[in-house]
């Protein structure tokens, strides 16, 4: 018998529907100013980390033992955080957890979409909604962005149309979005739920903490809508992207179908212990989040005064546009030991609000491009100003 290469073998045995798709992969690369990710630039405070390494020492003689399968005490945790957080009380009855909220979409999407079944998005948005639908056997349909308010805009009446077009099983709205940076008004969300009562309705708000003030959270709509699930993370603002525990919350029923698809024990004792110990420190946590949202408004202050068109942020990150030829700004940008994203939106860029050190030096590495990265005429301005 003659070798296949096992590129061929793994091609033949691989599911149709994933041939040719590429994974997830922004590059993690060692460059001295890291802002591709979104990840919360500042280290975990000693206070915190001492905190920590006391919860997964008291909790290392007991690994013998499969963990709390129903992770309770985190539970009530997370419950008591997002009341605080919101001003609306929610129950830990009404809380979910996974290894980051990419793993709790997963759940979602497994109990309410899969084969035959489809999920709508509006593009551009965070590009785990379609993978995680897609690698479910999802169809995925792409939506459409664009309101007389701004291009990357979703208004309340273009949302309801596509998901009457569309009548999807589950529909994903994002806000703040990624990667345009924007919340979404509340009263898209409350007409997509008043239009579509047999749609789930997933808000991701994976950037919450950073909004602008007077940006309401969707968890205020869950008391009337059962069909809501409003999914959040400790990745952003809780600098504890590498501790990997996202969480939703949503009406008890559809918690318990949430358990029909998730793996027995999916929380290991010390993601629980960690999260229960960082939440517990929030304070020490999220205290740079107010100075991150700082250098995030500094970033569309000086891009905006350089000419490249920022859009509104709410989020930890800021969308510009005014670029020639977005990959190779990007290029030029890594040369100067910038990392930012390119997210594939034409004549955009994506990057991080960091450290005052780490925003000076993508701000000054901006001011030094030659005048042939600039778009002649730049597209992609926007009409909607100031603060909300
Ligand atoms: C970063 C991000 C997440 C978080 O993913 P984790 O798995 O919790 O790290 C979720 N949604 C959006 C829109 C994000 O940008």
Redesign the pocket.
């Known amino acids: 018998m003659s070798a296949t290469p096992a590129s061929a073998t793994v091609a033949r045995l691989l599911r149709a529907d994933l041939r040719g798709q590429s994974a997830y992969g922004a590059p993690q690369l060692d460059v001295p100013v890291r802002l591709n ?2 990840e919360n630039s500042y280290a975990v405070p000693p206070d915190v980390v001492a905190a920590i390494t006391e919860a997964v020492a008291a909790c290392a003689s007991g690994l013998n033992r499969y963990p709390d399968r129903e992770f309770t005490d985190l539970r009530a945790d997370l419950a008591a955080w997002v009341s605080t957080q919101t001003g609306i009380a929610v129950g830990a009855e009404q809380l979910w957890a ?8 997963q759940h979602v999407v497994a109990a309410f979409a899969g084969p035959g079944r489809t999920a709508l998005g509006f593009t551009p ?2 590009s ?2 379609p993978i995680i639908s897609r690698t479910l056997g999802t169809t995925w349909v792409d939506g459409h962005r664009g309101a007389p308010s701004g291009v990357f805009d979703l208004d309340a009446a273009s949302a309801v149309a596509q998901v009457r077009e569309v009548a999807p099983q589950v529909v994903f709205l ?1 806000s ?4 345009t940076g924007t919340a979404l008004p509340l009263e898209v969300v409350r007409a997509v739920l008043d239009a579509a009562p047999d749609t789930l309705v997933v808000v ?4 919450a903490e950073f909004a602008r003030p007077g940006t309401p959270s969707a968890v205020s709509l869950l008391a009337a809508y059962p069909q809501l699930v409003v ?6 603002a809780f600098a504890l ?1 590498g501790g ?3 969480y939703l919350v949503a009406a008890p029923e559809v918690i318990d179908a949430l358990r029909l698809v998730r793996m027995p024990y999916h929380l290991s004792s010390q993601t629980q212990a960690v999260a229960r110990a960082a939440l517990a420190h929030r304070a020490s946590l999220l205290a740079e989040v107010e100075a991150i949202k700082v250098q995030r408004d500094r970033i569309v202050d000086v891009l905006a005064a350089q000419g490249f068109p920022p859009v509104p942020s709410d ?1 930890n990150f800021v969308l510009f546009g005014g670029l020639a030829d977005a990959s190779h700004t990007w290029e030029t940008l890594l040369a100067h030991g910038v990392l930012v994203r390119d997210v594939g939106i034409p004549h955009h860029l994506r990057v991080t609000a960091g450290t005052p050190e780490e925003t000076t030096a993508f701000l000054d590495a901006m001011a030094a491009l030659p005048t042939d990265h600039r778009l002649p005429t730049p597209v992609g301005t926007w009409t909607r100003g100031g603060p909300r």
């Open positions: 990710t979104n996974g290894n980051g909220s990419n793993e709790v979409l948005a965070y785990m909604h994002c703040p979005n990624n990667p991701d708000e994976a950037y999914t959040r993370t400790m990745s952003k992207a990997r525990l996202g989020a």
